[in-house]
């Protein structure tokens, strides 16, 4: 669309930190105490959308995939004053609401169709998208509802939480300096025990859980915090290839909705195509049993 361009960014030194990001020391807590008054209103309102379920629900996994896309958009240069900007925002609430009318191959030709933003903006739709439609699918779609969202959600936070924690209590070996430099092994490894540990709690406490709750439980909760992780740091890199520390400013100590839920754009597609392998729509870690 004439008028819209990248703008230029300076070029960053091979392996160099983007802005605002050199200096940083793993063992940084300073910003801990913004990111639990973050998670302490984040949390109950996403709890209680997801227990509601309905419109409420959908709402909120719309405005969020709205509010990522506008964002994706922003680390290459299109604000929300640029046509391709509002377009962006507009397509990705578009292809959520035309899911939640019940037209699910729609909401998919929708998103295919962003193709003519562009391979960037694009690329953002598809993720964005099916990272959407599979949170929408899995709460409306499977059984239990709200207890596979639960399900998904605490083991992509606790991956999250536990990597934050022990990373900076043990620090060490890094786990991808040239792409995150904070990122350790000893916070990959205590965010995936920390998942299976969730995973394997959640699914024998939710009602109706069927023999083999427990290490299955553990098992996808498991693959939840690695699905997480690949999303995390997909995002990283994006982010580095942009130059720029965070995605936004939205959420005080977390940065903007792609920074706290990036995770989800990996672990939430995986989670709704493992759901179509379970049994008469149960919940997703009962994949094969028939």
Partial sequence: MKGDSVRDRPEAAPGAAPAGVAGKKSGNWKDLRARVLSAAVL???????????????????????????????????????????????????????????????????????????????????????????????????SEPGAGVVLFLVACVALSDTGAYMTGRVFGGPKLAPRISPAKTWSGSIGGMCCAVLGGMLIAVMLPGALPGAVWRGALFGGLVAIAAQIGDLGESALKRACNVKDSGTILPGHGGLLDRFDGLLVAAPMAALLSLGAAGGIAFWYVGLH
């Avoid at 922003?74 to 939640?100: K, M, N, P, Y």
């Avoid at 030709?109 to 962003?114: G, H, K, S, T, W």
């Fill in 43 to 141: 949390v109950p309102c996403v709890a209680l959308c997801v227990w509601a379920g309905g419109l409420l629900y959908g709402a909120l996994i719309v405005l969020a995939m709205a509010g990522m896309a506008m964002e994706w958009a922003r680390l290459f240069g299109f604000g929300l004053e640029t046509r391709r900007g509002q377009l962006c925002l507009a397509w990705a609430a578009c292809v959520g609401g035309t899911a939640l009318a019940g037209h699910w191959g729609g909401a998919l030709l929708v998103m295919v169709a962003a193709v003519v933003l562009g391979p960037a903006l694009w690329a953002g739709q598809v993720a964005i998208g099916c990272a959407g439609l599979s949170l929408l699918w899995l709460r409306y779609m």
